[in-house]
């Protein structure tokens, strides 16, 4: 059975830091493009970045500079470090592996205030 199981998130004061992660069973991260998305309540789901089996990344305009995605082979876990953050990074953060299957998390809350 595979799992994504996210954690990291909680309450921060603008210009913190947070580091996520997505660990996974079932499935080897190194073989998969793992995606990390974001959602408000009422709004459609933003991606953020992006780690490619290739070890590519690519981050969205809005987190460039201060959001690195990454990967640790060893412990089959990819991570989204958070800096800078700001009210409006404010979301749920989600990781979806994406490569023979497609597999989400559940979700970890970033809460970003003062």
């Known amino acids: 059975q595979v799992q994504l199981v996210e954690s990291g998130g909680g309450l921060v004061q603008p210009g913190g830091s947070l580091r996520l992660s997505c660990a996974a069973s079932g499935i080897m991260l190194r073989s998969y493009n793992v995606v990390w998305y974001r959602q408000t309540p009422g709004t459609q789901r933003e991606m953020v970045s992006i780690?490619?089996?290739?070890?590519?990344?690519f981050h969205s305009e809005s987190v460039k500079g201060r959001f690195t995605i990454s990967r640790d082979d060893a412990k089959n876990v990819v991570y989204l470090q958070m800096n800078s953050l700001k009210p409006e990074d404010t979301a749920v953060y989600s990781c979806?592996?994406?490569?023979?299957?497609?597999?989400w998390g559940q979700g970890t809350q970033v809460t970003v205030s003062s």
């Open positions: 780690i490619y089996s290739s070890n590519t990344t």
């Open positions: 979806h592996a994406n490569g023979r299957g497609r597999y």
